[in-house]
């Protein structure tokens, strides 16, 4: 679906084709999916793997070349103004583009890479807003709080030719720059000035969105926010800047407006990518973001009671040689004297597929999880999937492994937590 004319949304898994739409794929301008197809084997450097969950390319009779968004949603500004919004497909029957947005932003939030967490989604206009103007919205919005706090002043070394002398000669400097014109001094002293890095990155992002925004209202924002860096170089360099910036108690407010900073003037979110044709992708892989969604629910409603762990590391498959094939389970729940462990999996499951397209890899994951932790259930949590018939899917073993797989409705998933937590306690 078109949300402007530069503007092209599809859902993942979806694709473009080279012109015009064909074989239900989405037609891109020419120019448009030749640098999105530049962009993607610029970024062909790692592994199939690697390239395969980004974006891939591929041909179909009848259809020509065909661009397709695999596990990594988010968007992709191209450099003549093209925005591409690639939204995760949540199954949840008449879901609507609105309504997915709005749960893909709630679920971000989850994240600590990127200052999602104090965002009101509820309050946002996603009908009228791409992902690209609500995320300058976050950024404008963080820029605010901070100006109101004040913008942080320190003492930076400057060097000059002044026409009174202060702080100290540099001689070679004034020798050159004075030796005819002795009423002038090149020397360097410290200058008590809000000209820090972290100002320098946030003027600089500043500027950066405002030739990259099409929303009145942000351009808006974005102009009164400026007014307030008059005393602000831009960055000459985003590197040097950004490995000067402090990070300490004292510039703890700072942290979240610099995060959107490394977010859009380094181009990406979670993976560095290349490409002269690509301005700025802010790109999710939703395996990660699903991952810490549960987990931050899990963290809202597990009591003292209970010992929660994420992201446990304590056992590998193999001791010798020392920690060979490390171990690492989602969550980990361990309560009068038990342990249940939950995965989660970011996918789709249909009747239509052997074993509900659980695939056997992460069985033997489960199994290799019920052995090392002694466990008594593992639960696979996948999302809510309408070509699924039974929501009552388990595996047992003789060797007494068992596994239940439950789905979590990410339309009302508080409502999911509660069942699977009174499943687990049972």
């Given amino acids: 679906m078109r949300s402007s004319d530069k503007t092209y949304t599809i859902m993942e898994y979806g694709g473009f084709t080279r012109g015009v739409d064909l074989c239900g794929f989405q037609g891109l301008p020419e120019r448009t999916f030749d640098a999105l197809e530049a962009f993607i084997l610029a970024n062909n450097t790692g592994t199939v793997t690697e390239v395969v969950e980004l974006l891939s390319l591929s041909a179909r009779r009848g259809a020509g070349k065909i661009i397709t968004a695999r596990n990594y949603v988010g968007l992709i500004t191209m450099t003549d103004g093209t925005v591409i919004e690639i939204l995760p497909k949540i199954a949840g029957g008449d879901l609507s583009e609105n309504d997915t947005k709005k749960i893909f932003l709630e679920m971000l939030k989850a994240l600590k890479d990127v200052s999602f967490k104090n965002f009101n989604v509820s309050s946002l206009r996603t009908e009228r807003l791409i992902l690209l103007e609500i995320f300058i919205k976050m950024f404008i919005d963080e820029v605010t709080i ?3 706090q004040g913008l942080k002043s320190s003492y930076m070394p400057v060097e000059a030719n002044e026409r009174f002398y202060k702080g100290k000669l540099l001689a070679c400097q004034n020798i050159k720059y004075n030796l005819v014109s002795s009423e002038r001094i090149f020397v360097r ?6 000209n820090r890095p972290e100002n320098r990155l946030i003027k600089t992002t500043l500027r950066f969105l405002l030739k990259a925004t099409g929303d009145g209202g942000n351009r808006r924002n974005i102009m009164r926010l400026l007014s307030f860096f008059d005393g602000v170089g831009y960055s000459k360099s985003v590197d040097t800047d950004f490995s000067k910036s402090i990070v300490d108690r004292s510039m703890n407010h700072y942290e979240k ?16 990518f290349s490409g002269n044709s690509v301005a700025l992708a802010l790109l999710f892989p939703m395996e990660k ?8 629910k899990f963290r809202q409603r597990i009591g003292n009671d209970v010992n929660l762990r994420i992201q446990d590391a304590r056992y590998s498959l193999f001791d010798r040689p020392s920690r060979a094939f490390s171990l690492r389970p989602d969550l980990v729940l361990e309560f009068d004297g038990n342990t249940v462990i939950l995965d989660t999996k970011w996918k789709l499951l249909s009747d239509n597929t052997r074993n509900s397209g659980i695939s056997q890899s992460d069985m033997y994951q489960m199994y290799a999880y019920s052995k090392k932790y002694d ?34 409705d990410l339309r009302n998933v508080d409502d999911s937590i509660s069942k699977l937590l009174s499943v687990v306690f049972s």
């Fill in 289 to 296: 973001v699903f991952e810490s969604f549960i987990s931050t």
């Fill in 257 to 272: 407006a610099i995060s959107w900073c490394r977010a859009f003037l380094k181009g990406n979110s979670f993976t560095a």
């Fill in 375 to 408: 466990a008594k259930w593992i639960f696979l949590l996948y999302p809510h999937s309408d070509a699924v018939s039974s929501t009552d899917i388990r595996y047992v073993s003789d060797d007494n492994v068992n596994v239940q797989v439950f789905f979590i």
């Fill in 189 to 194: 002293y410290d200058d008590f000035s809000i």
């Fill in 146 to 148: 901070l100006t109101k």
